[in-house]
């Protein structure tokens, strides 16, 4: 059984870096069939899918236009984990923040979920 | 992006009706769509993939059906664990996104 144990701070200052951490249990952040994903979601926003890795032969990142500047996501395959950090946070990034396992485009498997707010 | 739009937004119905919830698509996404459903409190669960495949420990009362850009969620006879908001997502193209949710209630 597939298992995504998030971990992070839920309050962070504007102008500040939001990091979070999704540990993998049950499956590889190597596989080579799956991507992991970092999702939000927000009243004025929705579901938002914002950044993916993936191992196909060499590691592989994605991002949301909205906020490739300032995101980047990372892969520890020693802990089996995978991380996010947003650089330069402002009130709109307020959101529930989700780790998700992706095989065929469908999330399959999704951490617990992390409320994060940015505010001083 | 490809732009989801689902329909209604909300919905109100009893114990044993069945429901449909439609979902369209900006673009031809073929049936890369797939459908969710999320308690409060808690994060999504797929329901379908693949616009008529039921995921693993799903009921049968859930199905799903179309392709190209119109697609339909269907419960055949809502239970009480039923009640919670629905979402589309395409998987066609990335960023895979979302449709804004449909809202079950209980009448």
């Known amino acids: 059984q597939v298992q995504l144990q998030q971990s992070g701070p839920g309050l962070v200052k504007p102008s500040q870096t939001l990091s979070l951490t999704c540990a993998i249990s049950?499956?590889?952040?190597?596989?080579?069939?799956?991507?992991w994903n970092w999702i939000r979601q927000s009243p004025s926003r929705g579901l938002e899918w914002l950044a993916r890795?993936?191992?196909?032969?060499?590691?592989?990142?994605n991002y949301a236009p909205s906020v490739k500047s300032r995101m980047t996501i990372s892969v520890d395959t020693s802990k089996n984990q995978f991380s996010l950090q947003l650089n330069s946070v402002i009130p709109e990034d307020t959101a529930v923040y989700y780790c998700?396992?992706?095989?065929?485009?469908?999330?399959?498997?999704w951490g617990q979920g992390t409320l994060v707010t940015v505010s001083s | 992006d490809i732009q989801m739009t689902q329909s209604p937004s909300s919905l109100s119905a009893s114990v044993g009706d069945r429901v449909t919830i439609t979902c369209r698509a900006s673009?031809?996404?073929?049936?890369?769509l797939n459908w969710y459903h999320q308690k409060p409190g808690k994060a999504p669960k797929v329901l379908i993939y693949a616009a008529s495949n039921l995921q693993n420990g799903v009921p049968s009362r859930f199905s799903g059906s179309g392709s190209g850009t119109d697609f339909t969620l269907t419960i055949s006879s809502l239970q009480p664990g039923d009640f919670a908001i629905y979402y589309c997502q395409q998987s066609y193209d990335a960023p895979y996104t979302f449709g804004q949710g449909t809202k079950l209630e209980i009448k």
């Open positions: 998700a396992r992706s095989g065929d485009g469908r999330y399959d498997y």
């Open positions: 049950g499956d590889s952040v190597s596989s080579n069939t799956a991507a």
């Open positions: 673009q031809n996404i073929d049936t890369y």
């Open positions: 890795t993936y191992y196909r032969s060499n590691w592989q990142n």
